[in-house]
Nanobody, 123 residues
Framework: QVQLVESGGGLVQAGGSLGLSCTAT????????MAWFRQTPGKEREFVAAISGGGSTDYTESVKGRFIISRDNNRNTVYLQMNDLRDEDTARYYCAADRRRGYGTTLGDYAYWGQGTQVAVSS
């Protein structure tokens, strides 16, 4: 069983930056693909970024060039650095984990989820 705890959400002005962190329990963090998803009220949770245990990454098109996902396997932590934030980035951001090779980009690819952290971008 893996438990995920997100932190770092908050309120930021459009064009600003914010960093999210997600720390996982367990001893084999490096074997897990990690991802960030986001959700706004009334909409489905959507993929934002993913990173494999080996560090390969993928992003949804709307955040490419603005967001960076990274991980520190020694700290059991995955990060999401969000730059040039826009109104449409406002959402609750969820960390996800799954023991697998590579990474996934859909909800069903991940077995473990955090509680989420709220990000609000004001214009």
């Amino acid at each position: 069983q893996v438990q995920l705890v997100e932190s770092g959400g908050g309120l930021v002005q459009a064009g600003g930056s914010l960093g999210l962190s997600c720390t996982a329990t367990g001893r084999t963090f490096g074997a897990y693909a990690m991802a960030w998803f986001r959700q706004t009220p009334g909409k489905e949770r959507e993929f934002v970024a993913a990173i494999s245990g080996g560090g390969s990454t993928d992003y949804t098109e709307s955040v490419k060039g603005r967001f960076i996902i990274s991980r520190d396997n020694n700290r059991n932590t995955v990060y999401l650095q969000m730059n040039d934030l826009r109104d449409e980035d406002t959402a609750r951001y969820y960390c996800a984990a799954d023991r697998r090779r590579g990474y996934g980009t859909t909800l069903g690819d991940y077995a473990y989820w955090g509680q989420g952290t709220q990000v609000a971008v004001s214009s």
